[in-house]
Protein backbone atom coordinates (compact mmCIF):
# COMPACT_ATOMS: atom_id res chain seq x y z
CA UNK A 1 0.00 0.00 0.00
CA UNK A 2 1.31 3.56 -0.66
CA UNK A 3 2.47 5.82 2.59
CA UNK A 4 3.22 9.39 2.97
CA UNK A 5 6.00 10.26 5.19
CA UNK A 6 5.02 13.24 7.31
CA UNK A 7 7.53 13.27 9.72
CA UNK A 8 11.08 12.39 10.49
CA UNK A 9 11.92 12.13 13.81
CA UNK A 10 15.16 10.35 15.49
CA UNK A 11 15.05 6.89 14.74
CA UNK A 12 11.65 6.39 13.46
CA UNK A 13 9.03 8.11 11.08
CA UNK A 14 5.26 8.92 11.34
CA UNK A 15 3.80 7.52 7.71
CA UNK A 16 -0.07 7.75 7.06
CA UNK A 17 -1.42 4.77 4.54
CA UNK A 18 -3.34 5.72 1.29
CA UNK A 19 -6.61 4.29 3.19
CA UNK A 20 -5.74 6.91 6.26
CA UNK A 21 -3.87 4.72 8.49
CA UNK A 22 -1.07 5.95 10.74
CA UNK A 23 1.96 4.19 12.29
CA UNK A 24 5.17 5.29 13.94
CA UNK A 25 8.16 3.16 12.08
CA UNK A 26 11.29 2.42 13.90
CA UNK A 27 14.02 2.70 11.14
CA UNK A 28 17.77 3.28 11.64
CA UNK A 29 19.90 6.38 10.42
CA UNK A 30 21.18 4.52 7.88
CA UNK A 31 18.53 2.36 6.38
CA UNK A 32 18.22 2.38 2.65
CA UNK A 33 15.11 3.27 1.45
CA UNK A 34 14.16 -0.74 0.83
CA UNK A 35 14.61 -0.66 4.67
CA UNK A 36 12.82 1.69 5.40
CA UNK A 37 9.84 -0.02 3.29
CA UNK A 38 10.57 -3.16 4.87
CA UNK A 39 10.03 -1.72 8.48
CA UNK A 40 6.87 0.42 6.63
CA UNK A 41 5.39 -2.94 5.52
CA UNK A 42 5.03 -4.05 9.44
CA UNK A 43 2.60 -1.92 9.99
CA UNK A 44 0.75 -1.94 6.75
CA UNK A 45 -2.54 -3.74 6.58
CA UNK A 46 -1.84 -5.57 3.47
CA UNK A 47 0.83 -7.35 5.00
CA UNK A 48 -0.82 -8.38 8.05
CA UNK A 49 -2.48 -11.85 8.35
CA UNK A 50 -6.62 -12.02 8.55
CA UNK A 51 -7.59 -11.20 11.85
CA UNK A 52 -9.63 -14.47 11.96
CA UNK A 53 -6.89 -16.79 11.87
CA UNK A 54 -5.13 -15.49 15.08
CA UNK A 55 -8.35 -15.85 17.40
CA UNK A 56 -7.16 -18.86 19.57
CA UNK A 57 -10.36 -21.42 19.13
CA UNK A 58 -9.42 -22.59 22.93
CA UNK A 59 -11.58 -19.76 24.75
CA UNK A 60 -14.58 -18.12 24.56
CA UNK A 61 -15.40 -14.35 26.25
CA UNK A 62 -16.66 -15.30 29.62
CA UNK A 63 -14.23 -17.81 30.63
CA UNK A 64 -12.92 -17.79 34.18
CA UNK A 65 -9.52 -19.70 34.64
CA UNK A 66 -6.86 -19.59 36.85
CA UNK A 67 -3.57 -18.55 36.07
CA UNK A 68 -0.73 -21.10 36.70
CA UNK A 69 2.71 -20.51 35.38
CA UNK A 70 4.20 -23.38 33.28
CA UNK A 71 8.00 -24.87 34.36
CA UNK A 72 10.65 -22.65 32.18
CA UNK A 73 7.62 -20.77 30.74
CA UNK A 74 9.52 -18.19 27.89
CA UNK A 75 6.48 -15.70 29.75
CA UNK A 76 5.39 -12.69 27.38
CA UNK A 77 6.92 -11.62 23.96
CA UNK A 78 8.50 -15.15 24.16
CA UNK A 79 11.73 -14.18 25.47
CA UNK A 80 14.30 -17.27 26.23
CA UNK A 81 15.12 -18.12 29.67
CA UNK A 82 17.30 -21.22 29.12
CA UNK A 83 19.43 -22.08 31.82
CA UNK A 84 22.52 -23.88 31.38
CA UNK A 85 24.58 -25.70 33.40
CA UNK A 86 27.96 -24.39 34.91
CA UNK A 87 31.07 -26.90 33.94
CA UNK A 88 32.84 -27.29 37.64
CA UNK A 89 30.91 -26.83 41.12
CA UNK A 90 31.15 -23.40 42.72
CA UNK A 91 31.60 -22.77 46.27
CA UNK A 92 29.68 -20.13 47.45
CA UNK A 93 31.83 -19.49 50.10
CA UNK A 94 35.17 -19.02 47.95
CA UNK A 95 33.42 -16.08 45.66
CA UNK A 96 34.70 -13.07 47.09
CA UNK A 97 32.73 -10.39 48.64
CA UNK A 98 33.03 -7.06 46.05
CA UNK A 99 33.44 -3.83 47.63
CA UNK A 100 30.58 -1.53 45.35
CA UNK A 101 31.36 1.82 44.32
CA UNK A 102 29.40 4.99 44.38
CA UNK A 103 28.84 5.17 40.72
CA UNK A 104 29.80 8.55 38.45
CA UNK A 105 26.26 10.40 38.29
CA UNK A 106 26.72 13.04 35.49
CA UNK A 107 26.67 11.55 31.69
CA UNK A 108 29.25 13.14 29.16
CA UNK A 109 27.64 16.03 28.03
CA UNK A 110 26.23 17.05 31.59
CA UNK A 111 22.94 15.08 31.58
CA UNK A 112 22.55 12.76 35.23
CA UNK A 113 23.41 8.98 34.54
CA UNK A 114 20.53 6.58 33.93
CA UNK A 115 19.95 3.41 36.22
CA UNK A 116 20.34 1.82 33.16
CA UNK A 117 23.97 0.66 31.45
CA UNK A 118 23.57 2.87 27.76
CA UNK A 119 24.99 -0.22 26.46
CA UNK A 120 21.93 -2.32 28.25
CA UNK A 121 19.57 0.24 26.13
CA UNK A 122 20.91 0.23 22.97
CA UNK A 123 20.86 -3.63 22.82
CA UNK A 124 17.09 -3.63 24.24
CA UNK A 125 16.11 -1.10 21.84
CA UNK A 126 17.82 -3.02 18.58
CA UNK A 127 15.92 -6.66 20.85
CA UNK A 128 12.30 -4.33 20.34
CA UNK A 129 12.73 -2.99 17.24
CA UNK A 130 13.16 -6.74 16.32
CA UNK A 131 10.45 -8.18 17.99
CA UNK A 132 7.99 -5.17 16.60
CA UNK A 133 9.57 -6.27 13.12
CA UNK A 134 9.10 -10.09 13.43
CA UNK A 135 6.31 -10.57 16.07
CA UNK A 136 4.30 -7.11 15.50
CA UNK A 137 4.36 -7.11 19.78
CA UNK A 138 6.05 -3.67 21.15
CA UNK A 139 5.86 -4.96 24.91
CA UNK A 140 9.92 -4.46 25.23
CA UNK A 141 9.51 -0.84 23.73
CA UNK A 142 6.64 -0.07 26.13
CA UNK A 143 8.74 -0.60 28.98
CA UNK A 144 11.90 0.84 27.80
CA UNK A 145 9.70 4.10 26.82
CA UNK A 146 8.68 3.79 30.65
CA UNK A 147 12.39 3.63 31.72
CA UNK A 148 13.16 6.37 29.35
CA UNK A 149 9.98 8.85 30.78
CA UNK A 150 10.65 7.93 34.61
CA UNK A 151 14.78 8.96 33.61
CA UNK A 152 13.44 11.90 31.86
CA UNK A 153 11.10 13.31 34.32
CA UNK A 154 13.00 12.38 37.80
CA UNK A 155 16.21 14.59 36.60
CA UNK A 156 14.03 17.31 35.13
CA UNK A 157 15.56 16.97 31.21
CA UNK A 158 14.61 19.22 29.01
CA UNK A 159 14.37 19.10 25.55
CA UNK A 160 16.94 21.58 25.41
CA UNK A 161 19.34 20.06 28.63
CA UNK A 162 19.05 17.03 25.93
CA UNK A 163 20.31 19.08 23.10
CA UNK A 164 22.71 21.42 24.47
CA UNK A 165 24.39 17.44 25.68
CA UNK A 166 24.95 16.66 22.48
CA UNK A 167 26.73 19.89 21.79
CA UNK A 168 29.11 19.26 25.05
CA UNK A 169 32.78 19.59 23.53
CA UNK A 170 35.42 18.24 26.24
CA UNK A 171 37.45 16.04 24.53
CA UNK A 172 39.74 15.70 27.86
CA UNK A 173 36.37 14.63 29.78
CA UNK A 174 37.00 11.04 28.77
CA UNK A 175 40.52 11.01 29.35
CA UNK A 176 40.04 12.46 33.10
CA UNK A 177 37.18 9.98 34.07
CA UNK A 178 39.29 6.89 33.28
CA UNK A 179 42.45 8.33 34.95
CA UNK A 180 39.70 9.11 37.86
CA UNK A 181 38.54 5.46 37.80
CA UNK A 182 42.09 4.04 37.14
CA UNK A 183 43.21 5.98 40.75
CA UNK A 184 40.04 4.87 42.71
CA UNK A 185 40.69 1.27 41.63
CA UNK A 186 44.09 1.47 42.71
CA UNK A 187 43.32 2.87 46.12
Known sequence: MKYTIKKVLPAQIEIEFEDGGKAIVPIGPDYSLEDIDDSVSYYDSDFLPDPETLINKNITAGDQR??????????PGFVSRE???????IDPDSVPDVD???VQTTLYGGLPLPSFHKDQVIISY??????????????????????????????????EKALESLMYEDDDLI?????????????
Open 66 to 75: ESTRKKNSRG
Open 175 to 187: VRLAEQELEDEQQ
Open 126 to 159: VMADYFIKKYNDDTLKKELDKKVEEYILKNDITM
Open 100 to 102: LVP
Open 83 to 89: EYACEEE
